[in-house]
């Protein structure tokens, strides 16, 4: 939620991550929305810089997401240029003891976060005071 303190109200943090244009902001932010929570964007915390080297994995094809970022750079969206996209893949690892969701990410993404809600109703419920 826009302008409050992502700390005002502690309890579990849900982690969506994945790839440079897979739709984690997007995710991230609708499922905040729907939970009346705070969205913390992680690139807000780096510098213009860092933001080429950047627990809910959005997974997609390589081609799947090299044209969202084709897409989103043209549009101005988008920071990382598609040519990288195949070196974050290859860096990626997904560790199953940590217990990490993989989601499909060319989903519709309020579907994704509907499913998300279901999947955690119960550790939710503890957190979030709409349960």
């Known amino acids: 939620m826009s302008g409050s303190d992502p700390l005002e109200h502690p309890g579990l943090a849900v982690v969506v991550m994945g790839v440079s244009g897979c739709g984690k902001s997007t995710v991230a932010s609708l499922l905040?929305?729907?939970?009346?929570?705070?969205?913390?964007?992680?690139?807000?915390?780096h510098s213009q810089a860092n933001k080429v080297s950047e627990l809910h994995h959005l997974k997609a094809s390589a081609?799947?997401?090299?044209?969202?970022?084709?897409?989103?750079?043209?549009?101005?969206?988008?920071?990382?240029?598609?040519?990288?996209?195949?070196?974050?893949?290859?860096?990626?690892?997904?560790?199953?003891?940590?217990?990490?969701?993989?989601?499909?990410?060319?989903?519709?993404?309020d579907d994704i976060v509907h499913n998300t809600i279901a999947q955690f109703r119960e550790d939710l419920a503890s957190t979030v005071s709409c349960f």
Not at 76 to 96: N, R, T, V
């Open 32 to 45: 905040a929305e729907a939970l009346g929570c705070s969205f913390i964007e992680a690139d807000d915390y």
């Open 63 to 109: 081609a799947v997401i090299s044209e969202r970022m084709k897409r989103r750079s043209t549009e101005g969206k988008h920071f990382m240029p598609a040519s990288l996209l195949q070196s974050q893949l290859d860096l990626l690892q997904i560790d199953e003891a940590e217990g990490i969701t993989e989601v499909d990410a060319t989903i519709c993404p």
